[in-house]
């Protein structure tokens, strides 16, 4: 997480010559100190909604309350909702650490079973970056797999396919390992642009 800090600072250094940034009405300075947002804590503190244990009905009634809208009712897409209306007051720059394992269904669970070890840089309310320890236990991924199945039959267009193949390659063994990455939304945020305008060559409306 230091490492992806350092880089950060150094990449707004070299390509824009400065470390401090307004961007969508958010201003932050990268140099500043990088908080611990614990995803649950956050979204409970803001909603009132404990997302590990709240029931689905209670998630749906609050984002009722607040105006947000909402694509399916499982757990799956309310947590993630409703932390998506959360992060939109966190100028950052911040660290989003501790994600439900319903939202990190590749991620390595916590001791506690129910959070990951996955973490994401949060500048101007938005994710710049993901990063986590690679799941390796194949009975675990094999659940988690079954699960995003449920959903994806269920009509969630963002569940995960199921990967068997994965799973079998996991029972043969994989060391501990990790890995992060980032993509054009992290300089979108820094310019002050549209992802449109970020692109080096952006998805262009077929020819008529």
């Known amino acids: 997480m230091e490492l992806v800090r350092e880089m950060y600072i150094e990449i707004a250094k070299e390509v824009f010559g400065k470390t401090k940034f307004t961007s969508g009405g958010h201003t932050f300075d990268l140099v500043d100190e990088w908080k611990k947002i614990d995803y649950c804590q956050e979204v409970l503190k803001q909603t009132g909604i404990d997302v590990l ?15 947000v809208k909402y694509e399916g009712q499982n757990r799956e897409r309310l947590t993630d909702t409703l932390w998506k209306y959360c992060r939109k007051s966190i100028s950052g720059p911040a660290y989003l650490i501790n994600h439900p394992t319903v939202v990190a269904p590749l ?18 309310g938005s994710e710049v970056g993901n990063g986590y320890s690679e799941l390796n236990d194949p009975i675990d991924q094999k659940k988690r797999f079954d ?27 994989m060391p501990p390992t990790c ?26 409306r077929p020819k008529i």
Request: proline share 3%; hydrophobic share 35%; net charge negative.
């Open 53 to 67: 244990t709240e029931k689905e009905e209670e998630m749906m009634k609050k984002l009722d309350e607040l105006g």
């Open 107 to 124: 991620s390595k669970s916590n001791p506690d079973g129910l959070t990951t070890q996955r973490f994401q840089p949060i500048i101007a």
């Open 147 to 173: 699960e995003q199945k449920i959903l994806l039959e269920a009509g969630d267009t963002e569940a995960m396919m199921q990967d068997n193949e994965f799973v079998e390659m996991l029972e043969y063994g």
């Open 179 to 204: 890995g992060f990455g980032f993509g054009e939304r992290l300089f979108a945020i820094l310019a002050d642009k549209s992802l449109r305008e970020s692109q080096t060559f952006p998805l262009m």
